[in-house]
């Protein structure tokens, strides 16, 4: 599936550094057979502080704002960009826990990345 530069770029940062995660919204359904547009790209990492750790560090800059609290914390949403190449990292969904949409989440392409 073809991507936007920035969010393939994106997209290998997470491989790189080791961030679970799951393709969400839009993209996913598209993947699955029923596209529709979109202005971005919705990930759900595994919210835990290790992993929040890694999707920080893996920025390659300080960010002051930001703790693996903050990424991990399931009421919170980390938005980058604006429409139509904007990003969301969110540590919970409604109606779908992480360890479901881990376990039942099938591998593919995403721009020039497998996830």
């Known amino acids: 599936m073809e991507l936007a530069p920035d969010f393939d770029e994106f997209i290998g ?9 799951v393709v969400v919204g ?18 759900l990492v595994r919210p ?3 992993n929040a750790a ?23 949403m980390l938005q980058m960009g604006v429409p ?6 969110m540590s919970a969904i409604s109606g779908v ?6 376990s039942e989440g099938v591998e593919g392409p995403l721009g020039s990345h497998r996830v």
């Open 13 to 21: 940062f997470l491989t790189v550094h080791g961030v679970e995660f």
């Open 54 to 76: 890694r999707l920080l560090e893996g920025f390659g800059f300080p960010v002051t704002d930001l703790s693996p609290e903050a990424i991990s914390d399931r009421r919170r």
């Open 97 to 102: 826990e992480w360890d479901e949409a881990w």
């Open 26 to 43: 839009a993209y996913a359904l598209a993947f699955h057979g029923a596209p529709r547009f979109t202005g971005d790209l919705d990930i």
């Open 48 to 50: 835990t502080l290790d």
């Open 84 to 89: 139509p190449v904007q990003i969301h990292v």
